[in-house]
């Protein structure tokens, strides 16, 4: 099976390879800007080998308002183009518009920091952004002046990372940093690059940079250890191809675009540690024995109100009930945990809190979508993973999924759930990333071969009711209400168990893989 990533953008809900719970010695010292032709200089940390600049001395000398907030370890300025929002411990920040409205969520290749009241941004990686919302040219002038040495709170907990490592050529430089817990793969380019792909097979990613040609001389890195085992690039018809073949260690990774002429790789190990062996017991925790299945909406909460008043209710119901009994009957050693059994309102903190203390292995929330526009044109199916969505159809379906809060009697206590605070709940996901991504894959294959209803594919976007299930999860529009072929479809007694049984034997599938993965970890 290949699995096939494409990114255009710096935005994916990246974990970040640097270790947490080391500290290290940091040395503070003052650095030059140059904004819009005036200099200025901002305070400075340096810290695990590279430079990260004061944002409130940034807002001072851009003249723009900074506001720290010591509860969150937040800062926010106010720029031309927008307001920005970073979190220590982050690498993901906020942009809204000039009125604190339309947010959207980027993500820089390091974590933020903070420190007396102050947050701190990578040098190198905050500048684009800072001169983008502000419309100002910003140069670092490369001026630095070393003021004092801040010592260590701690000592390291974990293993320090070993030094980067460089290979290059008059073409192509990868730098490469192995640590305890992954590695973080940098590679330049003497040209921009246009258009580039990444797949994972049988232990190597390989990533395509089409149209870019390498050099003559090829490129060769290996190690010993780490995830990281060999790199080799090689120019091929059409562009030149990077090969990085990869330990048993090796659970995800991910690919991001730093600018025009940089990729950022970064991969994971794997989530369940090799202490966790068949003699130990606690291996029998992992057990895949309890799926947990969420009808979406119930009661009061209709959901969508689609063609000829098809209620969304209704069909998440059918289809997780026809779900469950086919699990019951033929998975005898997997117990079903329903969040309802009927036309009952359940209010979604409590959807995830039943998935957690019944030790659940997968979470399944069905769902049914539609548009508000007269069209009845869309139609399909769409598998969604917990991530903070940056198109505006997956923040429009979310607004609407999150929408039944308003039926519940506390609606505020999801109010932490804003802003950055959501983003580093969604990042507490990450650990089953590879498993709820692998799921939904299992799933839409299935369904192509099973429903008759097209695939829209899988997509991310940021819905509560996936944040408190602490398991692989995902959030599944079976069609389009408002759609009259889907709507007709979903409500038949046909339609119902076709849905249901793609599902079922994807979850069969799953069960394989992740028992397979269990015990070969």
């Not at 049988?202 to 050099?215: C, Y």
């Not at 970064?266 to 925790?285: D, G, L, R, V, W």
């Not at 505006?392 to 609407?400: D, F, K, L, V, Y």
């Amino acid at each position: 099976m290949k699995y096939y990533f494409r990114c255009s953008q710096p935005f994916l809900l990246l974990l970040m390879l640097i270790a947490s719970g080391m500290v290290y010695s940091q040395t503070q010292s003052a650095r030059e800007l140059i904004i819009n032709g005036s200099r200025a200089t901002v305070k400075c940390l340096s810290k695990r080998g590279l430079d990260y600049v004061s944002l409130a001395d940034f807002a001072k000398a851009a003249g723009t308002p900074f506001k720290y907030s010591a509860a969150a370890k937040s800062g926010e300025i106010k720029l031309a183009k927008g307001n920005l929002k970073f979190q220590a411990n982050n690498s993901f920040y906020l942009q809204t518009d000039k009125a604190g409205k339309n947010p959207e969520v980027y993500q820089m290749p390091i974590l933020a920091i903070a420190q007396n009241g102050d947050v701190y941004l990578p040098l190198s990686y905050c500048l684009p952004i800072l001169a983008r919302n502000s419309g100002k040219k910003i140069v670092d002038s490369g001026k630095k002046t070393i003021a004092a040495q801040i010592p260590a709170a701690a000592e390291p907990t974990e293993e320090k990372p070993e030094a980067p490592q460089t290979v290059s050529n008059a073409n192509l430089q990868f730098k490469i940093t192995q640590m305890s817990n992954g590695t973080l793969v940098s590679f330049k380019t003497n040209a921009k690059l246009k258009k580039y792909t990444s797949t994972y097979d049988d232990g190597v990613i390989t990533i395509n940079l089409k149209g870019f040609a390498s050099s003559a001389m090829p490129l060769e890195y290996s190690a010993a250890k780490g995830v990281v085992r060999e790199i080799t690039s090689a120019d091929v018809k059409g562009g030149t191809d990077i090969k990085v073949r990869v330990s048993s260690d090796y659970t995800t990774h991910e690919l991001i675009q730093e600018g025009d002429k940089e990729l950022l790789l970064t991969i994971h190990n794997k989530k369940f540690s090799h202490a966790e062996s068949s003699e130990n017991p606690n291996k029998e925790k992992w057990k895949f024995d309890v799926v947990v299945l969420d009808a979406g909406h119930g009661g009061q909460d209709y959901g969508a109100i689609g063609y000829n008043g098809t209620v969304e209710k209704n069909i998440n119901l059918a289809v997780v009930l026809k779900l469950g009994e086919m699990i019951e009957q033929s998975m005898k050693d997997v117990k079903v945990v329903y969040t309802r059994h009927d036309d009952t309102f359940i209010e979604l903190y409590k959807r995830g809190k039943i998935a957690n203390e019944n030790n659940g292995k997968l979470f399944v929330s069905v769902h049914c979508n539609s548009v508000e526009s007269k069209s009845s044109a869309p139609n399909g199916y769409e598998i969604y993973l917990l991530r903070p969505g940056r198109t505006q159809e997956a923040i429009r379906i979310a607004e609407r999924e999150n929408g039944v809060i308003s039926y519940e009697d506390n609606p505020s206590r999801y109010q932490k759930l804003t802003d950055e605070n959501f983003i580093l709940v969604s990042m507490a996901h990450s650990s089953n990333m590879k498993y709820s991504e692998k799921f939904a894959d299992l799933l839409n294959n299935h369904l192509k071969q099973t429903v008759s209803i097209s695939s829209r594919g899988i997509k991310q976007a940021g819905f509560y009711v996936l944040v408190g299930a602490s398991m692989p999860s995902i959030l599944f529009e079976t069609g389009y209400v408002t759609n009259e072929e889907n709507s007709r479809y979903m409500k038949s007694k046909e339609g119902v168990e076709e849905i249901a049984s793609a599902m079922f034997q994807a979850i069969k599938s799953f069960k394989l893989y992740y028992s397979e993965e269990i015990e070969n970890n």
